[in-house]
């Protein structure tokens, strides 16, 4: 029982392989040139058509937490997350619309090496915050700038030497 | 407008380096605080060792200082960074 949920927890690859790494790179580089054009476009749902409750039923929920602690190191798209995360597809589906609808991941658009365009999904959570303001619980999710995403992909990119 | 001089170019071109070398290493800096990563702290500040402190150094002992000291100091500045580059890289092994 306990090594299936040591399992699902550890389903993002702390140490990427280098074809990993070289994808990244290449990915990193057109997330780049595409966030400066289209940056309005890629920006994702804000937290706020999410009520407090569905957000803390999916921070509940193991399977849409595995899911963000796979896609915040690296965008990964829906089939790739099936397989490594080893859930099925409809799984995975459900679970990342709901955390896009809440805004905690974000979809984005970039073209493959070979020339698909996919969907590829990436948290945007970077630190919930909980208040309790006057019997009223307020959420304040904070994504991850723009900056701090270059500066964490510079990282990323630096380490993989 | 005239064309620019040599010497109007290398200062754009000086400035312009000093400018990405600060964004670079500004983008290292964020990179260590967020992820704890000490290659980070190494490699931006050897970066802006070899370009934004080497730029000012220039600058600085081209005023202050006898000419013949300036490229001394600017070189020893970028002699530095890359040493502490090379530094970040030996740190940035996985084992």
């Known amino acids: 029982m306990e090594d299936e949920n040591v399992q699902l927890h550890t389903c993002a690859r702390i140490h990427p392989t280098r074809a990993t790494l070289d994808r990244q790179a290449i990915r990193w580089v057109s997330e780049l040139s595409i ?21 803390f039923a999916l921070l509940d929920d193991e399977y849409a937490r595995s899911l963000l602690s796979a896609t915040s190191h690296e965008p990964m798209t829906a089939p790739e997350l099936s397989t490594q995360c080893e859930m099925s597809k409809s799984t995975v589906y459900r679970r990342l619309n709901k955390l896009e609808a809440c805004g905690l991941v974000r979809a984005v658009h970039v073209p493959d090496p070979d020339g698909n365009h996919r969907k590829r999904y990436e948290a945007q959570l970077d630190e919930l915050v909980v208040r309790l303001n006057d019997g009223d619980f307020e959420l304040n999710l904070q994504t991850t700038t723009r900056t701090q995403e270059f500066a964490d992909a510079f990282t990323d990119l630096w380490e993989g030497l | ?59 600085v002992s081209s005023v202050l200082l006898n000419v013949s000291l300036v490229a001394p100091l600017s070189m020893t500045a970028e002699v530095f960074g890359m040493g502490l580059i090379l530094y970040a890289v030996i740190l940035a092994r996985r084992t």
């Open chain 1, 35 to 55: 966030r400066f054009i289209y940056s309005p476009s890629v920006t994702g749902a804000v937290a706020e058509d999410c009520p407090p409750d569905e957000v």
């Open chain 2, 1 to 59: 407008m005239a064309t620019p001089t040599t010497l109007q170019i290398t200062e754009f071109l000086t400035v312009l380096q000093l400018l990405l070398g600060l964004v670079i290493a500004i983008l290292a800096a964020y990179g260590y605080r967020r992820n704890a990563s000490r290659p980070m702290l190494f490699l931006g500040v050897g970066i802006a060792m070899i370009t934004f402190v080497s730029a000012v150094t220039t600058a």
